[in-house]
Nanobody, 113 residues
Framework: VQSVESGGGLVQAGGSLRLSCIVSGSPFSINNMGWYRQAPGKQREFVARFVNGGAGTYYAESVKGRFTIARDNAKNTMFLQMNNLKPEDTAVYYC???????WGQGTQVTFSS
């Protein structure tokens, strides 16, 4: 099983981006998946994930109310809709499977002033 992220780019204050993570294999694997990010010089941190077998979602406090994790099973794709972006959201964003421990290659989100 592999995952490939896309959708990163340059954003300005208050802007939005939607990240995608295409997952090979069964779409049910998305039930155990989520997003992390790593800012320059910082440790990788949790952003959002599916919980309760995919029935629920869980967010880091820093993104709650601004980011939304979603999925399209027909396309084997997980999304991260990011709204009202802030400079501190600049990071490489990764999707990961919490059961298999597989990580994608990451996609860069950069805040542009």
């Amino acid at each position: 099983v592999q995952s490939v992220e896309s959708g990163g780019g340059l954003v300005q204050a208050g802007g939005s981006l939607r990240l995608s993570c295409i997952v090979s294999g069964s779409p049910f694997s998305i039930n155990n998946m989520g997003w992390y990010r790593q800012a320059p010089g910082k440790q990788r941190e949790f952003v959002a994930r599916f919980v309760n077998g995919g029935a629920g979602t869980y967010y880091a406090e820093s993104v709650k109310g601004r980011f939304t994790i979603a999925r399209d099973n027909a396309k084997n794709t997980m999304f991260l809709q990011m709204n009202n972006l802030k400079p501190e959201d600049t990071a490489v964003y990764y999707c990961t499977n919490f059961v298999t421990g597989i990580w994608g290659q990451g996609t860069q989100v950069t805040f542009s002033s």
